[in-house]
């Protein structure tokens, strides 16, 4: 642990566009081609462009939050610093929960996919095996942020290995074999186009986590030149990349075959394979393997990032104060971590990874608006620290809007379940800041600070408490 109290800053450039590339890329691209293609056809490809691009955009907010605000905390810093402590620390909430919810799905998913190797793996087994998965990335997580980013470096270079073979191997299959690449692309939308939105959303979750990546921000070198810049070329190797995945898989299989596989990948290169005259078995084994590192490595990510995000909310008072606390060896938020590896392991035996997905996607879209909105009005008060881009506050407006839309796209039942869970954490804030700051001086902040809709919620929950703050937010509605 540094003096003070301090994160240690122990990422460089190449370690934390690392981080951004570990944090898209994982186990999703191995089995959402096979979705998106029963969804469109070979269409997906345009799919894939644009939730690519709808991921670019969201992720510029978070460039921008990142050069003008490069905190530990990620979304939670930046819209604290734009709106203030009661909207930040909803940001923080929504981040957390959808963050949280997410990590039960790599143990399972690790388990899931090592039984093309072991396809008899017992229940005792898999446990072990979920056990040891958590307790390798929570040992590595709480040695320090250097070595779990020199692991997240190796599984991160290890996992691009069998993407990268399937894109060489697809570009190489469309050149040498184009009439059967063309075979396969006809008819392009054999359903039409009525499944574009949701094969856009299915999509998008592959592009997810790179909001994770900005949380040890505190632990980044030069930050305001390595967050931006690692983000940046992060994010265009994850889109390019998954694109040309896709093109392989669609070039490789009929739409109906890759749409029925459960590894779309794997079938995908063993067709190409058998078509180069080699053996088969080789393409299923090696994409299964990457699925496998590909899941560890972004469990890595998210297990770092979410007890960073933890460990913020509690240094400003808003979480228990033990998420707070640094090893006192290795100075890393070990209580965050170790409640998270006890939670994933628990939620993993317990709860639907379906609905799973969909409440983190709905809790991550609302994250992603604020995150917008923040950065926009963070440009709004620094105009000199704004990103060079050109209509780059109407970009910033449609990264709110494309946050706010991903998080409609959840069932019903589940925003209203989402809506529950925000109103427990805001209440649970209310009650809470009296033990951890005084609520009149937040409110007082607030006031000061002209956030009106903060202070308003903060007396909405606190109705029937008459203060000289909150008279002072009735005589400003009224």
Avoid at 303 to 329: E, I, N
């Amino acid at each position: 642990m540094t003096s003070g109290g301090r994160l240690r800053r122990d990422l460089n450039l190449f370690d934390f566009t690392l981080l951004v590339i570990g944090a898209v890329v994982g186990a999703d691209v191995y089995i959402v081609a096979g979705i998106a293609a029963g969804l469109l056809g070979p269409a997906q490809l345009t799919a894939w462009v644009i939730a690519g691009v709808l991921a670019a955009l969201i992720g510029l907010a978070f460039v921008q939050c990142a050069a003008i605000q490069p905190r530990v905390g990620g979304s939670y810093a930046y819209v604290r610093a734009a709106f203030g402590p009661f909207i930040g620390f909803l940001a923080g909430w929504l981040l957390y929960v959808g963050e949280w919810i997410a990590l039960p799905i790599f143990p399972v998913a690790f388990t899931n996919y090592l039984t093309y190797f072991i396809p008899a793996l017992p229940t005792a087994a898999t446990l072990i095996v979920e056990l040891l998965l958590i307790g390798v990335v929570t040992i590595s997580n709480i040695l320090g942020t250097r070595a779990g980013a020199r692991l997240n470096d190796a599984l991160t270079i290890a996992k691009l290995v069998p993407l990268a073979v399937l894109v060489v191997v697809g570009i190489g299959f469309a050149a040498l074999r184009p009439g059967l690449a063309v075979e396969n692309l006809t008819p392009f939308a054999p359903s039409g186009w009525s499944g574009f939105g949701a094969s856009v959303l299915v999509i998008f979750w592959a592009y997810a986590g790179f909001e994770l990546a900005v949380l040890p921000a505190g632990e980044v070198r030069n930050p305001r030149h390595t967050l931006p810049h690692g983000l940046i070329v992060g994010m265009a190797v994850a889109t390019v990349l998954y694109v040309l995945t896709a093109f392989a898989v669609v070039v490789a299989l009929p739409w109906t075959v890759a749409a029925s596989s459960s590894r779309s990948l794997a079938d995908a290169l063993n067709a190409m394979l058998a078509a180069f005259g080699f053996a088969q078995s080789y393409g299923g084994a090696l994409m299964s393997l990457g699925a496998l590192v590909s899941i560890a490595g972004v469990f890595e990510v998210f297990m770092l990032g979410v007890a960073r995000l933890s460990y913020a909310l509690a240094r400003d008072g808003l979480f228990p104060q033990p998420f707070g606390r640094l090893h006192a060896r290795f100075g890393t938020p070990y209580v965050g971590i170790l409640f998270q590896a006890l939670a994933a392991f628990v939620f993993a035996n317990v709860l639907d990874l379906t609905h799973l997905i969909d409440s983190a996607m709905f809790f991550l879209g609302l994250c992603y608006a604020l995150t917008g909105l923040a950065a926009l009005r963070l440009v709004q008060r620094t105009p000199h620290a704004a990103l060079h881009l050109p209509g780059l506050r109407g970009l910033l407006v449609v990264s709110a809007i494309s946050g706010l839309l991903l998080a409609l796209q959840a069932p019903p039942e589940l925003i209203a379940v989402g809506l529950g869970v925000i109103a427990v954490g805001l209440a649970l804030f209310v009650l809470r800041r009296g033990t951890w700051t005084a609520a009149a001086a937040l409110e007082t902040s607030l006031l000061q600070e002209e956030h009106l809709f903060g202070a308003w919620l903060l007396r909405f929950f606190r109705r029937g408490k008459v203060s000289a703050g909150e008279q002072r937010v009735s005589n400003t509605y009224d």
